[in-house]
């Protein structure tokens, strides 16, 4: 008696036509997952149609001009990257068996992420097993928690509106922010400033600042000083922020521990209010659900025994006065 369709499914399928389709998600298009892959765009059309054919789904609604994604697509996208995930993590663990702690660390991290505790740790762990190796990602913080969730990094470094219930979270540190304008600004070489100064300036702000993101606080704090309604400028990456903020394009808000050296640089100047400032967290985030290799397991048990011998005063930057 022949096995069941369903029991043959995977037997028959060609695993490379997922991570095809996988690339094709994520380039949002056929002409740019195959310039990513080295292909021809009819090589990726044809190997989409064979996994359309193969799962019974339509996966890509592909007309000119439009790329949209099924619900089918998104429900294999989601379980494609989950295996591509776990088959990421093969070398590392096949390579357990020697006597070195050895193997790869990968962490996703939201950009200019400043810890003197965090860098210091890394250095430690780093000496202690020199045969660790490394990558960085820089992401935005919603993405940093998909790569963790599905499974594609070791850790993830970033800003929380919520925390997410599939994963754990640690608090790495907390920071303040603090509203800052360039050289070029009427204020810079203001002899004194007072909040109602501010009233109706342009800024610049992080994409995060939205209603419901992880800086909106930052907002209200924008808000409460009656700054203009509408962003002059907008980016994710705070070196672009600050960039604008030096070009006069509106005032910002940074970290003040990232601001310090621009500030002792005479490149930007804080504005008030000085106190009461919005305090933003940086979580550590892992997936309990991932195997871990023995490095990933040996790294966040180091960092999770540091964290616990460093109260979160300690581990909070940004709090003394300017």
């Known amino acids: 008696m022949p096995p069941p369709e369903r029991s043959r499914f995977p037997?028959?399928?060609?695993?490379?036509?997922?991570?095809?389709?996988?690339?094709?998600?994520?380039?949002?298009?056929?002409?740019?997952?195959?310039?990513?892959?080295?292909?021809?765009q009819p090589t990726i059309s044809a190997a989409?149609?064979?996994?359309?054919?193969?799962?019974?789904k339509t996966l890509i609604i592909r007309k000119p001009n439009e790329f949209t994604i099924t619900r089918a697509g998104q429900v294999l996208y989601t379980e494609c990257a989950t295996i591509f995930g776990t088959v990421s993590q093969l070398p590392a663990i096949l390579d357990e068996n020697n006597a070195e702690l050895r193997g790869h660390l990968s962490i996703a991290i939201t950009s200019s992420v400043v810890s003197e505790h965090f860098d210091a740790f890394l250095n430690r762990f780093s000496n202690a097993h020199p045969d660790v190796t490394y990558s960085f990602s820089v992401l935005e913080s919603d993405e940093v928690v998909e790569m963790v969730t599905l499974n594609r990094a070791s850790f993830g470094i970033c800003l929380l509106s919520m925390h997410p219930k599939?994963?754990?979270?640690?608090?790495?540190?907390?920071?303040?922010?603090?509203?800052?304008?360039?050289?070029?600004?009427?204020?810079?070489?203001a002899e004194s400033i007072v909040p109602a100064d501010l009233d109706g300036e342009p800024f610049v702000a992080f994409q995060?600042?939205?209603?419901?993101?992880?800086?909106?606080?930052?907002?209200?704090?924008?808000?409460?000083?009656?700054?203009s309604r509408n962003w002059r400028g907008v980016s994710s990456s705070l070196n672009e922020i600050?960039?604008?903020?030096?070009?006069?394009?509106?005032?910002?808000?940074?970290?003040?521990?990232?601001?310090?050296?621009?500030?002792?640089?005479?490149?930007?100047?804080q504005l008030p209010p000085y106190d009461n400032l919005p305090k933003v967290s940086i979580h550590l985030v892992s997936n309990p659900a991932r195997r871990k290799s023995e490095v990933e397991a040996?790294?966040?048990?180091?960092?999770?025994?540091?964290?616990?011998?460093?109260?979160?005063?300690?581990?909070?930057y940004g709090n003394e006065e300017p």
Request: proline share 2%; with cysteine.
């Open 11 to 40: 037997w028959n399928l060609d695993w490379n036509l997922l991570r095809t389709f996988m690339v094709v998600v994520e380039k949002r298009g056929i002409s740019k997952a195959a310039a990513s892959m080295g292909l021809k």
């Open 298 to 316: 040996a790294f966040l048990s180091a960092i999770e025994a540091e964290l616990a011998t460093i109260g979160i005063i300690e581990r909070t």
């Open 166 to 189: 599939a994963l754990n979270t640690l608090i790495l540190y907390d920071e303040f922010f603090g509203l800052f304008c360039g050289p070029r600004h009427r204020l810079f070489a």
């Open 208 to 227: 995060t600042e939205a209603e419901g993101g992880p800086l909106e606080v930052v907002s209200r704090l924008r808000s409460r000083l009656n700054l």
């Open 48 to 56: 989409l149609k064979r996994l359309e054919q193969a799962v019974g």
């Open 242 to 269: 600050r960039r604008m903020i030096m070009a006069d394009i509106g005032i910002g808000a940074l970290p003040l521990h990232v601001a310090q050296r621009d500030v002792a640089a005479g490149r930007i100047r």
